[in-house]
Protein backbone atom coordinates (compact mmCIF):
# COMPACT_ATOMS: atom_id res chain seq x y z
CA UNK A 1 0.00 0.00 0.00
CA UNK A 2 1.47 3.42 -0.77
CA UNK A 3 2.40 5.18 2.41
CA UNK A 4 -0.01 8.29 0.77
CA UNK A 5 -3.33 6.19 1.08
CA UNK A 6 -4.45 7.07 4.31
CA UNK A 7 -7.69 5.52 4.21
CA UNK A 8 -7.34 2.57 1.69
CA UNK A 9 -8.40 -0.84 2.59
CA UNK A 10 -6.00 -2.39 5.49
CA UNK A 11 -6.18 0.64 7.37
CA UNK A 12 -7.56 1.09 10.89
CA UNK A 13 -9.35 3.92 9.32
CA UNK A 14 -11.01 1.90 6.87
CA UNK A 15 -12.54 -0.19 9.17
CA UNK A 16 -13.52 2.37 11.79
CA UNK A 17 -15.31 4.77 9.22
CA UNK A 18 -17.06 2.37 6.59
CA UNK A 19 -18.06 0.04 9.41
CA UNK A 20 -16.21 -3.06 8.98
CA UNK A 21 -14.67 -5.94 10.76
CA UNK A 22 -11.26 -4.63 11.68
CA UNK A 23 -9.13 -8.41 10.83
CA UNK A 24 -11.08 -8.94 7.17
CA UNK A 25 -12.48 -5.58 6.39
CA UNK A 26 -15.34 -7.32 4.48
CA UNK A 27 -18.20 -8.02 6.59
CA UNK A 28 -20.17 -5.52 8.77
CA UNK A 29 -19.46 -4.51 12.41
CA UNK A 30 -22.89 -3.07 13.23
CA UNK A 31 -25.57 -4.55 12.13
CA UNK A 32 -26.66 -1.47 9.87
CA UNK A 33 -24.92 1.17 8.50
CA UNK A 34 -27.17 4.06 9.37
CA UNK A 35 -26.22 5.19 13.03
CA UNK A 36 -29.89 6.94 12.78
CA UNK A 37 -31.43 3.91 12.61
CA UNK A 38 -32.55 4.52 16.45
CA UNK A 39 -33.76 1.11 17.04
CA UNK A 40 -30.82 -0.46 16.07
CA UNK A 41 -27.79 1.78 16.10
CA UNK A 42 -26.01 0.18 19.05
CA UNK A 43 -27.01 -3.03 17.65
CA UNK A 44 -23.77 -5.20 16.77
CA UNK A 45 -23.11 -8.54 14.74
CA UNK A 46 -21.82 -11.23 17.15
CA UNK A 47 -19.26 -12.23 15.05
CA UNK A 48 -18.11 -11.03 11.36
CA UNK A 49 -20.18 -12.97 9.04
CA UNK A 50 -16.98 -12.87 6.26
CA UNK A 51 -14.42 -14.22 8.59
CA UNK A 52 -15.83 -15.38 12.00
CA UNK A 53 -14.39 -12.68 14.57
CA UNK A 54 -16.07 -12.27 17.59
CA UNK A 55 -17.00 -8.72 17.84
CA UNK A 56 -18.46 -9.67 21.51
CA UNK A 57 -14.95 -10.15 23.31
CA UNK A 58 -16.51 -10.84 26.87
CA UNK A 59 -18.62 -8.78 29.12
CA UNK A 60 -17.53 -5.35 29.73
CA UNK A 61 -15.18 -5.08 27.05
CA UNK A 62 -16.68 -2.22 25.52
CA UNK A 63 -16.03 -0.05 28.88
CA UNK A 64 -13.15 1.21 27.41
CA UNK A 65 -14.99 2.81 24.37
CA UNK A 66 -16.41 5.00 27.09
CA UNK A 67 -12.92 6.81 27.34
CA UNK A 68 -12.37 7.52 23.24
CA UNK A 69 -15.94 8.34 23.09
CA UNK A 70 -15.12 11.13 25.86
CA UNK A 71 -11.75 11.94 23.79
CA UNK A 72 -14.11 12.84 20.91
CA UNK A 73 -16.55 14.92 22.98
CA UNK A 74 -13.42 16.78 24.28
CA UNK A 75 -12.28 17.33 20.14
CA UNK A 76 -15.56 18.39 19.58
CA UNK A 77 -16.30 20.69 22.31
CA UNK A 78 -12.85 21.98 21.92
CA UNK A 79 -13.00 22.91 17.72
CA UNK A 80 -16.51 24.06 18.45
CA UNK A 81 -15.37 26.29 21.55
CA UNK A 82 -12.40 27.80 19.36
CA UNK A 83 -14.58 28.23 15.45
CA UNK A 84 -17.74 30.05 17.61
CA UNK A 85 -16.21 31.52 20.50
CA UNK A 86 -12.78 32.98 19.30
CA UNK A 87 -12.64 33.34 15.45
CA UNK A 88 -16.30 34.30 15.03
CA UNK A 89 -17.11 35.45 18.38
CA UNK A 90 -20.73 34.25 18.72
CA UNK A 91 -22.83 35.21 21.91
CA UNK A 92 -22.11 32.62 24.92
CA UNK A 93 -26.14 31.44 24.95
CA UNK A 94 -26.44 30.71 21.17
CA UNK A 95 -23.16 28.80 21.03
CA UNK A 96 -24.65 26.29 24.24
CA UNK A 97 -27.60 25.63 22.40
CA UNK A 98 -25.94 24.98 19.12
CA UNK A 99 -23.36 22.51 21.12
CA UNK A 100 -25.74 21.45 23.21
CA UNK A 101 -27.58 20.34 20.16
CA UNK A 102 -24.92 19.04 17.59
CA UNK A 103 -24.16 16.91 20.61
CA UNK A 104 -27.16 15.53 21.27
CA UNK A 105 -27.35 14.75 17.29
CA UNK A 106 -24.25 13.11 16.78
CA UNK A 107 -24.88 10.34 19.88
CA UNK A 108 -25.03 7.76 17.59
CA UNK A 109 -21.96 8.38 15.45
CA UNK A 110 -19.97 9.18 18.27
CA UNK A 111 -20.89 5.78 20.02
CA UNK A 112 -20.46 3.93 17.06
CA UNK A 113 -16.88 5.51 16.33
CA UNK A 114 -15.34 4.77 19.59
CA UNK A 115 -16.54 1.26 19.54
CA UNK A 116 -14.99 0.54 16.53
CA UNK A 117 -11.99 2.61 17.23
CA UNK A 118 -11.68 0.57 21.00
CA UNK A 119 -12.17 -2.53 18.71
CA UNK A 120 -8.88 -1.39 16.09
CA UNK A 121 -6.66 -0.88 19.33
CA UNK A 122 -6.41 -4.93 19.97
CA UNK A 123 -7.50 -6.28 16.03
CA UNK A 124 -5.25 -5.85 13.41
CA UNK A 125 -5.91 -6.25 9.83
CA UNK A 126 -4.98 -9.94 8.23
CA UNK A 127 -5.14 -9.93 4.07
CA UNK A 128 -4.48 -13.50 5.00
CA UNK A 129 -7.32 -14.65 6.94
CA UNK A 130 -9.69 -16.47 5.69
CA UNK A 131 -13.06 -15.21 4.70
CA UNK A 132 -16.44 -16.72 3.18
CA UNK A 133 -17.22 -13.05 1.21
CA UNK A 134 -16.31 -12.07 -2.41
Known amino acids: MHPTNTMGKGTK ?3 I ?3 TCPRCQKGRFFSVNN ?3 LRRFDQMNPL ?3 CGERFEREPGYYTGAMYVSY ?3 TALIVSCFV ?3 VMVEIELSYFLTLLITLLIVLTPVVFRLARLTWINFFISYDAHKP ?3 P
Open 13 to 15: LYS
Open 17 to 19: LFN
Open 35 to 37: PYN
Open 48 to 50: CSC
Open 71 to 73: AYY
Open 83 to 85: AFQ
Open 131 to 133: THC
